[in-house]
C-alpha cells in the first residue's frame, strides 16, 4: 500500500507533466495563428449555400475539402453517401455526402464524437455586407466572412486542436471521432437516417458527442446546456396563372398578396404574443431553479440593446428576456417568396406568393401538434375570407428542442477546461437557435451531449457581415484542447 | 360653278386615288412583315428596364437607337437632355434623353404627335417566364419578349407607318412629330419638366397628340377615352441595425416584418373593399350613361376568368366589373424589399423592410390628398402598436387619370380608320393602368389627345411572358397608316 506523501508525489509530477504540456500546446496554437486563417480563409471562399440548390456542386466541393483535410491527418476517413433530396418541383438532387473521420482506437481511452457542419447560410454582398462575404476579411482582429462563426471555424478548431497534439509528438488523451455534415442550416437532411444506419458501428464506441454550433452570451465563455427546435413554414397563395399588371387587372382579382399578408397577420399579436391557439399551452412553466439560475447570469441588457441597434427590447427585465430568447417558442416572418422584392417599383399582381415564416420549439412542444394547429388555423382563417385562391401550408423542417443535465460530468470537465484556459467559471446558457441534430443524436445514440461553444456573441449568425474574433478562434482552439484533456478523465463506467 | 355630276366625279376620282394609295400600303406593309419584326427584336433584345438603375447604360443605349433609326428616316431629330434623376441614398443618375422627331413641317396640313416609350418593366427569365425575356420568340405568330407590345412594338408601328409613305414616295397626310421617352415604367421622371419647357417650341405646331401605350379589351379593336393614374407607395419598417438570426434574437425583439404586415393587413378588406379612410367617397359616381356604355361593351366574363386562370372574379357581372377595372380604385400590394425573397428556407429576422403597394386613381381623386390619407392613415394604424422600429411612408409615385370626350372629330377619325382596316366598329373602352402623361400632355400643352391602342386584349403587359402578336403589330401598323390619312381631313379650326 502507497503511503500518503508518496502518493502526493506522483500526483504532482503527473500534474507538472500535463501541465507543461498544455503550455506546450498553447505554444504551438499561438505560433500557427496565420495558418489557421489562412485554413478558414480557403473555406469560406466555398460558397456552401445548402438552401440553395445551384450552390450544391460548392457544398460536394466543400465536404470534400474537409474530407482531405482529415485524410493527411491520419485520419480514417469516409464521405458517407446520404442519398438525394426530393425538390418542391419533384426533380431529385444529390445531397452532400457526411464526412466521418476517427483518431485513435484505444480501447482504454474514452471516445469522443464532435459533430460539426460546412454548409452556410445565403449571403450576397447586396443584403448590405461590407465586405465580400465569401472573401474573409481581417478588420480590427475580426474576421469577416459567411459561415466563418456559424459552423466553420469552431470545426477547424476541434481540427486544430487534433492536430497540435499531433504535430507536438502528443498521444491524444481521448479517442476522437468527427461527424461533419453539409445540410444543417436546412435541417440536416438524411443525417437522422445516416445516425440511426450507423448507430450500432461508427457510433458504438462513442462515448459523449460535442457540438460546438452556438455561441457565447457575453465576453464570459459559456457551456450550452439547452436549445430551442424550429417548425418552419411555408404558406402558399396562389391566384392568376401568371402575374398581371396591376393597372390593367387591378379591381377585378382578389389579390394572392392580400390573402397572403392578411393570414399571416393572424399568426402574432403587435406585442408578439404567438396567435395560433394550442401552442403557448404546451410550453414547460418557468421553474424557480431557471429564475434564480438566469438571474445570476452575467448579461447587459444595454449592450444587448446596442449590439441590436434598437432602443426598445420586448422585455425590460433580464429575467424575461432571456426566457423569451431560450426557453418560450416566438414566430418569425422571414420573407415572401414570388411577390416583387427588388429595388424600385414594379405595378405587378403577383400570380403566387409564399410566406416563409417558423416557429421556434420548447419543452413540451412537439412538431408534429406544432404542424397541425399551424395548418388547422390557417386553414381556418383563410376560409373565413371566402378567397377563390387557394391556399397550401406545408412545414418544411420540423426540429424539436434539446436540453441536457448540468451536472453531468460532461459539463464538469467542461467547466475545468473553460477555467484552464480562461481563468473564470462558465456561464451556464441555452441557446435560442436550433442544433437539431442534437436531439437526434440523443433520441438515437442514447450519447450524452455537451455543447461547448466558442462563438462570439455578437457574430451576426446568419445576418449580414458574420465574423468570427481571432481571438475567440484561436483561444477556442485552445479550449477545445483543454477539453479533450478534461474529458479523458471521466470514468468510463459513468457513460 | 360646278355641276354636280362633275363634282361627284371629281369626288370619285380623289376617293378612289386615295384608296389605291392605301392598298398599296397595305401591300408594302405586309410584304415588311419579316423586317418589322427583326426590328422588334433588335430592340426587346435592349434591357431597357428604368426601374433598375443597373441598367441604365442599356437604357440609354435603347434611346440613341430609337434616334438612329428616325435620324436615317430624315427626321429632324433631337436627343433632349432632361437632367438626372436622385435616387434614395442621395445619389444622382442621369436620366434617359427624350427623343424628339419632325417629319413634315407644312403649314397647311394638321400636325400630329406620337408618343411612346421604348424602357421596360423588369423580367427575369426565374420569374417563370417559358422563354428569354429579351430574346423575341415567335411561337404560333406570337411574339414574346419584355416591352414587345408595352410598348417597343406600337412606336415601332407608328415609325414604320411613316416609313410606309416614305418608301412609296406617298406625301404624308400629316405632320408627324414623336416624342419617345425612356422612364416611363417608374413615372416618367423628367417628361413633364420637359413639355412644360418645350411648350412654345417644339409642341406649338402641334394640333393632337396620339398615345398607343394600351390594349384593346377583347379581339374587337378599341379606341381608349380614359385611364386610371396611380399613387405608388414604400412602406419602410425600420428596427434592429442588421438581420438577425430568428432563432438567437427571436423572442426578445418586435420584429420589423411583423409591423409591416400588421399595417399591410389594414388596407384592404378581404372581399376587395379599400379600407383608408376617405379614399372611395372621392370617387365620381357611375353615371347612367356609362352604365349603358359598358353593358354594351363586347366582353366574355369567361374568357377573361380563362385567361387569368381563376375560379371566381372579384364581381360576378360586367357592368361591375368594368367599373371595377376602369374607374374605380383598387390596391395591390406588389412585394417586400428586404426580407428574405429566395427559394429555400432562412431563419433571419430581417432588420428593415419596405413594402411596395400602390392605389389605382380615378376622377375624382386628387394623388395629392391621397397622400396625404394613406400616410396619416398607416402612421395612426402604426402608432396604435406601440412598436420601438420606426415607419417611413413615402409616396414614389403620384400619377392622375385621364379622361377624353369619345365625340370629339380626333375619336371620329379613329372609327373610321378603324373601319378602314378592319371592318367593324372598335369598342369604347377605358383603362385600368395609367398613363400618366396623357393627363399632362392635356394640362400642359391643352392638346387634345386620342388613345389607339394596337396591342391585344392578352398580351400580358407587366407580367411573365409578354408578346405581342404578328396579327396586331402588323394589322396595327396599317391602323396608323389610315389614322394619319382620316386624321388629315380634322378641319384645323376643330382645335
Known amino acids: 500500500m502507497m503511503n500518503l506523501p508518496v502518493l502526493l508525489c506522483i500526483l504532482l509530477v503527473i500534474s507538472t507533466v500535463q501541465a507543461f504540456q498544455y503550455m506546450e500546446l498553447v505554444k504551438y496554437v499561438d505560433s500557427h495563428q496565420e495558418q489557421y486563417v489562412e485554413t478558414l480563409r480557403d473555406w469560406v471562399a466555398v460558397e456552401s449555400d445548402s438552401s440553395n440548390i445551384l450552390k450544391r456542386p460548392e457544398l460536394h466541393r466543400m465536404m470534400e475539402m474537409v474530407a482531405q483535410k482529415l485524410r493527411r491527418m491520419g485520419g480514417t476517413v469516409e464521405l458517407v453517401d446520404i442519398g438525394e433530396q ?27 464524437c464532435i459533430y460539426g457542419h460546412v454548409d452556410v447560410q445565403p449571403a450576397k454582398l447586396e443584403d448590405g455586407w461590407a465586405t465580400d462575404p465569401y472573401n474573409l476579411t481581417d ?74 454550433d452556438c455561441g457565447w452570451l457575453s465576453r464570459r465563455p459559456a457551456l450550452t446546456y439547452g436549445t430551442r427546435g424550429n417548425c418552419y413554414f411555408f404558406a402558399e397563395v396562389e391566384g392568376p396563372k401568371q402575374d398581371l399588371h396591376s393597372g390593367v387587372y387591378g379591381g377585378t382579382v382578389i389579390e394572392p398578396m392580400t390573402d397572403l399578408i392578411g393570414i399571416l397577420d ?19 412553466p418557468l421553474t424557480d ?27 425590460s427585465n433580464k429575467v424575461d428576456l432571456l426566457a423569451h430568447m431560450w426557453r418560450y417558442p416566438t414566430v418569425s416572418i422571414h420573407g415572401i417568396e414570388g411577390a416583387f422584392s427588388d429595388p424600385g417599383t414594379k405595378t405587378v399582381i403577383p400570380a403566387k406568393v409564399t410566406a416563409k415564416f417558423s416557429i421556434r420549439q420548447v419543452p413540451n412542444m412537439d412538431p408534429a401538434l406544432v404542424k397541425r394547429q399551424v395548418t388547422d388555423y390557417l386553414y381556418s382563417v383563410f376560409a373565413k375570407r371566402k378567397s377563390p385562391n387557394k391556399l397550401k401550408v406545408t412545414m418544411v423542417i420540423g426540429a424539436k428542442p434539446w436540453l441536457a443535465e448540468t451536472e453531468h460530468p460532461l459539463y464538469k470537465a467542461g467547466k475545468a477546461a473553460v477555467k484552464r484556459v480562461f481563468d473564470m467559471d462558465p456561464d451556464l446558457i441555452r441557446e435560442g437557435g436550433t442544433i437539431p441534430i442534437a ?57
Open 266 to 284: 393572424t399568426l402574432i399579436s403587435p406585442s408578439g404574443k404567438i396567435l395560433v391557439p394550442g401552442i403557448r399551452e404546451a410550453v414547460a
Open 439 to 495: 436531439r437526434t443524436f440523443q433520441d438515437v445514440t442514447g450519447k450524452s451531449i455537451i455543447m461547448m461553444p466558442i462563438g462570439g456573441f455578437d457574430d451576426g449568425l446568419h445576418s449580414q457581415n458574420e465574423k468570427i474574433s481571432r481571438y475567440n478562434y484561436v483561444e477556442g482552439t485552445k479550449l477545445f484542447i483543454a477539453y479533450l484533456y478534461e474529458v479523458s478523465f471521466i470514468k468510463k463506467t459513468t457513460v
Open 139 to 212: 478588420i480590427s482582429g475580426n474576421l469577416y466572412g459567411r459561415g466563418a462563426s456559424d459552423n466553420k471555424a469552431p470545426v477547424l478548431a476541434w481540427i486544430h486542436a487534433v492536430e497540435a497534439y499531433q504535430n507536438l509528438n502528443m498521444e491524444l488523451p481521448v479517442n476522437v471521432k468527427f461527424v461533419i455534415e453539409g445540410m444543417e442550416e436546412t435541417g440536416s437532411n438524411g443525417l437522422d437516417a445516416m445516425i440511426l444506419a450507423q448507430r450500432d458501428t461508427f457510433f458504438s464506441d462513442v462515448e459523449y458527442i460535442i457540438i460546438s
Open 86 to 112: 426530393e425538390l418542391p418541383d419533384g426533380q431529385k438532387l444529390l445531397l452532400p455526402k457526411v464526412v466521418t473521420a476517427q483518431f485513435g482506437a484505444n480501447q482504454s481511452k474514452n471516445t469522443v
Open 289 to 315: 431553479e431557471e429564475w434564480k439560475l438566469y438571474q445570476d447570469i452575467q448579461f447587459d441588457m444595454d449592450s444587448y440593446k446596442n449590439k441590436i441597434g434598437i432602443s426598445q427590447l420586448m422585455y
